[in-house]
């Protein structure tokens, strides 16, 4: 055979075997349309597949940074879970945290009167409504925050509680309309918040006698209580320090 003659025959079966091969890749992805494999020569159509938009996938991310999730731990709503905004500061109790803290203050709490300052994910606050607290006021200064508190009380039916939305500090500075048996003073760590509320809460007089005062705090941070605040308990969990005052004049 000359050597134009071979030529012309490695052409065809080089054309014959690239049509097998593309109708070996099209049997595929009619045997799978859903794309989950595709022949080693069918370079575009796995590239195709790999680029196409995961609408739910960045829809299901994009939402996972926005929102977060809490748990109650105790008393009628034990295991519910609710959302919270991811809002700058915002840093919920932890469980364990939560758990030594509710322990500390279980015969104080049927019944109690309860402020949740910077309520935050409203994890204090509904904790103790979920554990027999008569009434809690929640005070939260962002507006995503303070409503997603109320979506969360209609949620759980609670209708003793009532969401302020506003400035914790400014809101202490008007005369108390009631004083509180249980407050709790978890304010974001950055702000520096603890001094000034705990003069806010003295001066305007938010306190019942023998009130239970919860207070977290990092660890390094020095707490200058009033006088009239007696340590009841406190621990330590990593980089977080809490305490449990009663309020005795």
Not at 203 to 208: A, C, I, M, V, Y
Request: aromatic share 8%.
């Amino acid at each position: 055979m000359s050597h134009l003659g071979k030529a012309t025959c490695a052409v065809a079966t080089s054309r014959l075997i690239l049509k097998v091969e593309h109708f070996t890749g099209i049997l595929a992805r009619r045997a799978d349309p859903k794309g989950k494999y595709c022949t080693l020569n069918d370079n575009r159509a796995r590239l195709a597949v790999a680029k196409r938009p995961q609408k739910g996938r960045y829809k299901a991310a994009e939402s996972a940074k926005t929102t977060q999730q809490l748990r109650i731990i105790g008393g009628q709503w034990r295991g519910r879970k609710l959302s919270f905004p991811s809002v700058e500061g915002l840093r919920p109790t932890g469980d364990r945290i939560r758990e030594t803290l509710f322990n500390w203050i279980a015969v104080d709490l049927p019944g109690a009167n309860c402020m949740d300052l910077f309520a935050g994910s409203g994890a204090l606050g509904l904790e103790s409504l979920s554990r027999g607290a008569s009434q809690v006021t929640l005070l939260e200064k962002s507006r995503e925050g303070a409503q997603q508190l109320r979506a969360n009380l209609q949620l759980l039916g609670a209708a003793n509680a009532t969401v302020q939305e506003t400035d914790s500090l400014q809101w202490l500075e008007q005369p108390a309309a009631t004083r509180f048996d249980i407050v709790f003073i978890d304010p974001p760590f950055a702000a520096e918040l603890w001094q000034q509320t705990f003069t806010l809460l003295e001066k305007h007089q938010w306190l019942n006698i023998g009130a239970a005062i919860y207070i977290e705090a990092p660890q390094h941070q020095a707490l200058d209580v009033p006088s009239d605040w007696q340590l009841h308990r406190e621990k330590k969990a990593g980089d977080v320090r809490y305490c449990l005052y009663y309020y005795q004049p």
